[in-house]
């Protein structure tokens, strides 16, 4: 086995184990959001702009992009994960990751409550600040995010920095607003929208969609829990076999692959020939032809070929599900096969949707 099989292996185990910019903008005069204030930001007094952030990923199992904090500007590279609500970043030396050292910031101000946020990768501990953040060429003041100076989490083998929740407040630690809802005031329109990429560098853009990146109809489905990313999922099917119907999923950007209950990631594995490994994640031959898992969603067909749901190492395969004892999570390798809007609309009826890439 090559090194890249070992490599590939840690991060399935990771996965499975804890499991639990090239649109630059530089005028950003119009988006001062002073005060931290939340009848500030209403959907009506738009100032029209958008923003973009170049996404990066590591074959395909971490996907992440450039933000800064602090005046002058620290870069950071976060993971964007609609699956949680906080802002964090590391605020001392960790491994060769960068950290937030707000000594070095004018526009930092204290704040110090403690902070202890659960995510995929495990929990983080720190406390509350604030700051300027600029994330796709929008600025925002006195965003309030945490500096994390305990990472419980397999944090080694991440090659981002930070994360940068796009969860709604209800589900944000710390009761804080979340820069994207922060951000609503002065967005065309209230959506963020991902072009994950894959073998190109993908894109996430706050305020527009990108017409590069998509064609054919958009196809929406209002969101299932009024706190969550969470979709009604008509069913799952390998082939023609039934795996599940009538469920939900949560779609999760920060989730690489895609989690689903025990019984039926078995009956899924079973059916498209996957093999289950002992720290908990699947192998599957690599030649075989391996059924279309299809995803009926909102009316529509979705569906993933045996190449979207592998990942390749030399003579070794993964197969790219997780069991779980929760509900299903649509990861990135179904967020990476369609370009995929989060809307949280004006009228109160956030949705998904979903259109071919381009
Ligand atoms: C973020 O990641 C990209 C791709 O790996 C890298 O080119 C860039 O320098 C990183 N940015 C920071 C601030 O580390
Ligand atoms: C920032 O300054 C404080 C107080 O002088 C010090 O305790 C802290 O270690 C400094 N932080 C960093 C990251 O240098």
């Given at each position: 086995?090559k090194?890249f099989v070992?490599v590939?292996a840690a991060?399935?185990?990771v996965?499975?184990?804890?499991f639990?910019?090239?649109?630059q903008?530089?005028?950003?005069?119009?988006?001062?959001?002073?005060v931290w204030?939340p009848?500030?930001v209403?959907?009506t007094?738009s100032?029209?702009d958008?923003g973009?952030?170049v996404?990066?990923?590591i074959?395909?199992t971490?996907?992440f992009g450039e933000?800064?904090?602090?005046?002058?500007?620290q870069k950071?590279?976060?993971?964007?994960?609609t699956?949680?609500?906080?802002?964090w970043?590391p605020?001392?030396?960790f491994?060769?990751?960068?950290?937030?050292?707000h000594?070095k910031?004018?526009?930092?101000?204290?704040?110090?409550e403690?902070i202890?946020?659960r995510g995929n990768?495990?929990?983080v501990?720190g406390?509350?600040?604030?700051?300027?953040?600029?994330v796709g060429?929008?600025?925002?003041h006195d965003?309030?995010f945490a500096?994390?100076?305990?990472?419980?989490?397999p944090?080694?083998v991440?090659s981002y920095?930070g994360?940068?929740?796009?969860?709604?407040?209800a589900n944000a630690?710390g009761?804080v607003?979340?820069?994207f809802?922060?951000m609503?005031?002065?967005?065309?329109?209230?959506?963020f929208?991902f072009?994950l990429?894959?073998?190109y560098?993908?894109e996430?853009?706050?305020?527009?969609l990108d017409p590069?990146?998509y064609?054919g109809?958009?196809?929406y489905?209002?969101?299932s829990s009024?706190?969550?990313?969470?979709i009604?999922?008509?069913?799952?099917?390998?082939?023609?076999n039934?795996?599940?119907?009538?469920?939900k999923?949560?779609?999760?950007?920060g989730m690489?692959?895609i989690v689903?209950?025990?019984?039926?990631v078995?009956k899924?594995a079973?059916?498209v020939?996957?093999k289950?490994?002992?720290?908990?994640?699947?192998?599957i031959?690599c030649?075989?032809?391996?059924p279309?898992?299809?995803?009926?969603?909102?009316?529509?067909?979705f569906?993933?070929?045996k190449e979207?749901?592998t990942?390749q190492g030399?003579?070794?395969?993964f197969f790219?599900?997780?069991d779980?004892?929760g509900?299903w999570?649509l990861?990135?390798?179904?967020?990476?096969k369609?370009?995929?809007?989060?809307?949280?609309?004006s009228?109160?009826?956030?949705?998904i949707?979903f259109?071919?890439?381009a």
């Amino acid at each position: 086995m090559k090194p890249f099989v070992f490599v590939l292996a840690a991060i399935v185990a990771v996965e499975a184990l804890t499991f639990r910019m090239k649109m630059q903008k530089n005028d950003n005069s119009n988006h001062r959001v002073n005060v931290w204030n939340p009848s500030m930001v209403s959907l009506t007094n738009s100032v029209h702009d958008s923003g973009g952030v170049v996404i990066h990923n590591i074959r395909r199992t971490q996907y992440f992009g450039e933000i800064a904090l602090g005046t002058p500007e620290q870069k950071f590279n976060v993971s964007f994960e609609t699956g949680t609500s906080n802002l964090w970043i590391p605020n001392r030396k960790f491994e060769n990751h960068n950290f937030y050292n707000h000594n070095k910031s004018s526009s930092y101000m204290a704040n110090g409550e403690e902070i202890e946020i659960r995510g995929n990768g495990g929990i983080v501990y720190g406390f509350l600040s604030q700051d300027t953040l600029s994330v796709g060429g929008i600025s925002i003041h006195d965003q309030v995010f945490a500096e994390i100076n305990h990472i419980g989490m397999p944090y080694k083998v991440k090659s981002y920095d930070g994360v940068f929740g796009l969860g709604f407040d209800a589900n944000a630690v710390g009761h804080v607003e979340t820069p994207f809802h922060r951000m609503l005031a002065s967005l065309d329109k209230p959506i963020f929208s991902f072009y994950l990429g894959n073998k190109y560098t993908g894109e996430l853009t706050f305020g527009i969609l990108d017409p590069k990146h998509y064609k054919g109809a958009i196809n929406y489905v209002d969101v299932s829990s009024p706190s969550q990313w969470q979709i009604p999922l008509d069913f799952v099917k390998a082939g023609d076999n039934v795996i599940a119907s009538k469920t939900k999923a949560i779609v999760d950007t920060g989730m690489a692959f895609i989690v689903g209950p025990k019984e039926d990631v078995k009956k899924l594995a079973d059916s498209v020939g996957a093999k289950p490994i002992y720290f908990g994640g699947y192998t599957i031959d690599c030649n075989s032809p391996g059924p279309d898992i299809t995803w009926g969603i909102g009316g529509k067909t979705f569906i993933l070929q045996k190449e979207d749901y592998t990942l390749q190492g030399t003579n070794l395969c993964f197969f790219t599900f997780i069991d779980s004892d929760g509900p299903w999570i649509l990861g990135d390798t179904f967020i990476s096969k369609y370009y995929t809007i989060f809307d949280v609309s004006s009228n109160n009826k956030p949705r998904i949707g979903f259109a071919q890439l381009a």
